[in-house]
């Protein structure tokens, strides 16, 4: 019965604190990408796993989509997080490989993209471990950060992740500045929020299991740019979510491309990879002094 689920906020996190910016930037730009290549689409529907022209979307990736993403990162000088499965480390070490070689993070996103589903720990520590396994195996990696596959998630798995060494998660949407998760055990990690606005499978990608039409290049644009300018001028974090099978694809590449010139002509972005604003994010917790110490402090001196 519906009435017998407790009024109360989903989230316990207070909101977020407003840390600075490092080297007084306004506002971060986080590039991250998602790195599903087939496993996204087994994970939908294990039958999938014959079906070779459903699988092709995801073989794009591999084949064009993360070449093609590796040389516009370069061109742009910007270091990007890529979540990659275990899965994807696994059947395309090589496309992988050439990610850590751009000098780029790599975080944890499962290992078959396994969608989570609260009630069910036992399969997603499975996941969980298998994807660890696989990125410490194949790209010599310990992620730190961890983006939910098909964004979901529940307590246990967020202690679960904590407990394994995550850092950061990039998958809640409740806010525009990361902030710390709290657990009923005590502090979990920080999130880094997402917003759907900035996912690009939602404009780009049309399947026949899913037809829909596509998002042209100024309704896509016009988005982004409107949602990372307020964001800017709120002083957040525009977290991105691309799909290398999305954005790898000529035209989608191109809206891409125009946006990452559209974010360039700021002087006062951070561009950041998750990895560097936990960095940042923790460095400021540790500097924050409680009042009382602070005066006991400078009576003393010290
Ligand atoms: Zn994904």
């Given at each position: 019965?519906?009435?017998?689920?407790?009024?109360?906020?989903?989230?316990?996190?207070?909101?977020?604190?407003?840390?600075?910016?490092?080297?007084?930037?306004?506002?971060?730009?986080?590039?991250?990408?998602?790195?599903?290549?087939?496993?996204v689409w087994?994970?939908?529907?294990?039958?999938?796993?014959?079906?070779?022209?459903?699988?092709?979307?995801?073989?794009?990736?591999?084949?064009?989509?993360?070449?093609?993403?590796?040389?516009?990162?370069?061109?742009?000088?910007?270091?990007?997080?890529?979540?990659?499965?275990?899965?994807?480390?696994?059947?395309?070490?090589?496309?992988?490989?050439?990610?850590?070689?751009?000098?780029?993070?790599?975080?944890?996103?499962?290992?078959?993209?396994?969608?989570?589903?609260?009630?069910?720990?036992?399969?997603?520590?499975?996941?969980?471990?298998?994807?660890?396994?696989?990125?410490?195996?194949?790209?010599?990696?310990?992620?730190?950060?961890?983006?939910?596959?098909?964004?979901?998630?529940?307590?246990?798995?967020?202690?679960?992740?904590?407990?394994?060494?995550?850092?950061?998660?990039?998958?809640?949407?409740?806010?525009?500045?990361?902030?710390?998760?709290?657990?009923?055990?005590?502090?979990?990690?920080?999130?880094?929020?997402?917003?759907?606005?900035?996912?690009?499978?939602?404009?780009?990608?049309?399947?026949?299991?899913?037809?829909?039409?596509?998002?042209?290049?100024?309704?896509?644009?016009?988005?982004?740019?409107?949602?990372?300018?307020?964001?800017?001028?709120?002083?957040?974090?525009?977290?991105?979510?691309?799909?290398?099978?999305?954005?790898?694809?000529?035209?989608r590449f191109?809206?891409?491309e125009d946006?990452?010139?559209?974010?360039?002509?700021?002087?006062?972005?951070?561009?950041?990879?998750?990895?560097?604003?936990?960095?940042?994010?923790?460095?400021?917790?540790?500097?924050?002094?409680?009042?009382?110490?602070?005066?006991?402090?400078?009576?003393?001196?010290?």
């Amino acid at each position: 019965m519906t009435h017998d689920i407790p009024a109360k906020p989903a989230n316990p996190a207070p909101a977020a604190p407003l840390f600075p910016w490092p080297n007084g930037a306004r506002c971060a730009l986080f590039p991250g990408f998602d790195v599903d290549a087939e496993s996204v689409w087994i994970a939908g529907d294990r039958r999938n796993a014959e079906r070779l022209v459903t699988l092709s979307y995801g073989g794009y990736e591999a084949r064009v989509g993360i070449p093609k993403i590796l040389e516009l990162l370069d061109r742009y000088a910007v270091k990007a997080t890529f979540f990659v499965t275990g899965w994807t480390a696994e059947a395309h070490p090589a496309a992988c490989e050439a990610i850590v070689k751009g000098g780029h993070e790599i975080a944890h996103h499962g290992y078959l993209h396994l969608r989570p589903e609260p009630g069910d720990l036992a399969t997603m520590v499975e996941e969980v471990d298998r994807g660890f396994d696989a990125l410490k195996r194949i790209l010599g990696v310990t992620p730190v950060g961890y983006r939910a596959p098909s964004g979901e998630n529940f307590t246990e798995l967020l202690q679960l992740l904590r407990d394994r060494g995550i850092r950061y998660s990039s998958s809640w949407r409740d806010d525009i500045r990361p902030y710390r998760h709290r657990l009923p055990d005590g502090a979990g990690p920080i999130e880094i929020p997402v917003n759907y606005s900035f996912d690009d499978w939602n404009f780009g990608m049309s399947h026949r299991t899913s037809p829909r039409a596509l998002f042209g290049r100024e309704d896509v644009l016009s988005i982004w740019r409107d949602e990372f300018d307020q964001t800017r001028e709120w002083g957040g974090v525009a977290t991105m979510v691309m799909h290398p099978q999305v954005s790898g694809r000529p035209m989608r590449f191109r809206i891409l491309e125009d946006f990452l010139k559209h974010v360039r002509q700021y002087d006062d972005v951070w561009w950041a990879t998750g990895r560097e604003i936990t960095d940042h994010y923790e460095a400021c917790e540790r500097s924050i002094t409680p009042p009382d110490v602070d005066a006991e402090s400078r009576a003393t001196g010290a």
